[in-house]
């Protein structure tokens, strides 16, 4: 009996330290700004998804016979799309790979390879010193190797959804061109 408490105490003591940890990760990410380099990294992907949104209108659409007043017009049917699109992005991210997910998946598993426990509440604590906290605004090498993490991991994922969204928005704008007489 006196067994089984020492192992429930010690397996007790183990998740705790776990959940310590992980809580000091958590601190740190919010100290750092670990947040707003997802939404950074999002944003280069809707910027990415807009050259080639642009791309794939300007090989599928014929304007060469359109009129100006009929190229503007699909100019803000595209314009329209591509706003409808972003939308469909930002749910589906949130929906696939919300900011929680990837915190748990790609960023503790990268500190964690690189600090301990004892390291990461020392950086939290420097981090939340004045000291600490300019030389946040200097220093932001994480969002590279969070890239590179996050794309080996979700790269198939925004491909697979961008490549779709584009051919339906595209398809779209192309009966819409077809209904209003543009084509």
Known sequence: MKIFLAIALLLASFTSMADSYDDDL???FELTGVKNNYAGLNNVIINQMQAGFFQAADQNIDAKTLTEDQKKQVGEMLKARFGE??????????????????????????YKETYSHDEVKELVTFY??????????????IPEQA??????????????????????????????????GLQ
């Open 85 to 110: 699109m972003v939308k469909g992005y930002q749910s589906y991210i949130s929906e696939k790979m919300p900011y929680e997910t990837v915190e748990a998946e790609v960023y503790m598993p990268l």
């Open 147 to 180: 890239a590179k993490k996050s794309a080996e991991k979700y790269d198939p994922i925004i491909s697979d959804y961008v490549k779709l969204s584009i051919s339906e928005n595209i398809a779209l704008v192309k009966k819409e061109m077809t209904d209003k």
């Open 26 to 28: 958590k601190k740190l």
């Open 128 to 141: 939340d010193s004045p000291v600490g906290k300019k030389t946040i605004e200097f220093s932001q090498n």
